[in-house]
């Protein structure tokens, strides 16, 4: 069965400083790895992602993570935080072929991040 | 708006009674899932469709708990004699899934009380 770990449940910043969300997967095949992220009182809305190709992905608002597949992790990045990057950051995998049996998304338990004016 | 739409977006009810939500993909979208999310961890999976044909259960979706989409549009979801422990925010994502890719996009969430 697949797995994530998320390894901060609170991270708390100042604004300007940089941030590294550590997200770690365990899953026997290709994957598709995803950050999500929920601002408060809004549904989840995708950051980034990661299908095949350059393992640095870069998504909105100046976000990126990088998929290094020989440590099974999929960390998420931003060289400056502001203060509404203040949300609830999770991690996900789903298998990357089609066909039976692991094709929704598991998710971590999510890292709930808040940037200090 | 073309994104994915559930509806209602809160419900209340007792214990015991039955309670349906709905789900609306994007329109072209072949595959719809549900989630469950709790206070304070990640949403997890409970069943996905393909079309009107659902492929996946996962082991949380008890006998209560019953899922369709009739025409592969939108989609419902049923839970019987709800229990203080369904209370949660159950979440509706779609996607149009190839060889290659599966990527989901999500709903607003129906947040569920059971009193």
């Known amino acids: 069965a697949q797995s994530v770990s998320q390894h901060n449940h609170h991270v708390i910043l100042s604004e300007a400083a940089s941030l590294e969300l550590g997200c770690n997967y365990s899953?026997?095949?290709?994957?598709?790895l995803f950050w999500y992220v929920q601002y408060p009182g809004q549904h989840l809305q995708l950051l980034l992602k990661?299908?095949?190709?350059?393992?640095l992905v870069k998504g909105i608002k100046g976000f990126e993570a990088e998929f290094i597949k020989s440590k099974f992790s999929f960390n998420l990045r931003k060289p400056s935080v502001q203060w509404s990057d203040t949300a609830e950051y999770f991690c996900?995998?789903?298998?990357?072929?089609?066909?039976?049996?692991?094709?929704?998304?598991?998710f971590g338990k999510g890292t709930h991040l808040i940037i200090q004016p | 708006d073309t994104g994915v739409s559930q509806n209602p977006r809160h419900k209340i009810t007792k214990r015991g009674q039955n309670v349906t939500f709905r789900c609306d993909p994007i329109?072209?979208?072949?595959?719809l899932y549900w989630y469950r999310q709790t206070l304070g961890q990640g949403p997890e999976f409970l069943t996905y469709?393909?079309?009107?044909?659902?492929?996946?259960k996962s082991r949380l979706l008890s006998d209560r708990f019953s899922a369709e989409r009739p025409k592969g549009s939108f989609s419902t979801l049923e839970i019987q004699r709800t229990e203080q422990g369904d209370s949660a925010m159950y979440l509706c994502?779609?996607?149009?899934?190839?060889?290659?890719?599966?990527?989901?996009?999500f709903g607003p969430g129906t947040r569920l009380t059971v009193l």
């Open positions: 994502a779609s996607s149009f899934r190839t060889d290659f890719y599966n990527e989901q996009f």
């Open positions: 899953y026997g095949g290709t994957v598709n």
């Open positions: 990661y299908f095949s190709g350059d393992p």
């Open positions: 996900a995998v789903t298998g990357s072929y089609s066909g039976g049996g692991a094709d929704g998304l598991t």
């Open positions: 329109s072209e979208h072949n595959r």
């Open positions: 469709f393909q079309n009107e044909a659902q492929l996946e």
